[in-house]
């Protein structure tokens, strides 16, 4: 069975039988060669499954798989799931395939910030390990020019910009940035919060 229609007809049929663990079978064989791009939405619709299950560690796993592929239009379902298995890794990987391929909607581009950035805090310790800390300064770094593109964003909701601007503090806290900075990112989402032109917003130095 090849790596297209075929293997998808069959996990769709494997799963309408409540046959979980024969669908999974079915995949793993027909992966073992790889994954291709023509297999992602069998692997999005086994992970679906899977974590309508209970089954949170397997769809996690058929995901990384699916963050493997060459780039697919399942991607972006792909990493609004890995988010909500809390899995910020894989979700980034997801994200950022998606977004190299297809606009994503202000609400997308926000939770690929929020992402890369939670990935970048958990980086932070144990300090150096197998590179540990220089991904985590590169992860930073992505999310510090996410969260700062995302301030340009003229019609984001009062929630959305309220995240960027905290999200955007966040950041700046990590990379140890003039306390200006941070104070001002947080005084824009407060004043956003009480329906002030954050724009306007000034802080004193000193």
């Known amino acids: 069975m090849g790596q297209g ?8 049929a494997l799963l309408e039988q409540g046959r979980l663990d024969a669908a999974e079978q079915l995949c793993s064989k027909v992966a073992k060669s790889g994954v291709s791009s023509a297999m992602a939405p069998a692997l999005l619709m086994l992970a679906q499954a ?10 996690a796993a058929w995901l990384r798989r699916l963050a ?11 990493a609004r799931l890995a988010q909500v298995l809390e899995r910020p890794q894989v979700a980034c ?3 950022e ?24 805090e958990s980086l932070r310790l144990p300090r150096g390990r197998h590179g540990a800390w220089a991904l985590h300064e590169e992860m930073l770094q992505k999310a510090a020019q996410q969260f700062a593109e995302l301030t340009q964003v003229e019609d984001a909701e009062l929630g959305e910009q309220v995240e960027v601007w905290t999200g955007l503090a966040r950041v700046l ?9 941070i104070e001002l990112a947080l005084a824009r989402a407060a004043a956003l919060l009480a329906g002030l032109p954050s724009a306007n917003v000034l802080v004193r130095s000193g």
């Open 5 to 12: 229609p075929a293997t998808e007809a069959g996990v769709k």
């Open 50 to 59: 899977c974590h309508a299950a209970g089954r949170t560690s397997s769809a």
């Open 68 to 78: 493997n592929a060459a780039p697919n239009a399942q991607d972006l379902e792909a």
């Open 93 to 95: 990987l997801l994200f």
């Open 97 to 120: 395939k998606a977004d190299k391929h297809r606009a994503l909607s202000t609400a997308d581009r926000l939770n690929m910030a929020k992402v890369t950035l939670t990935t970048a």
């Open 173 to 181: 806290r990590l990379q140890r940035a003039d306390a200006t900075r």
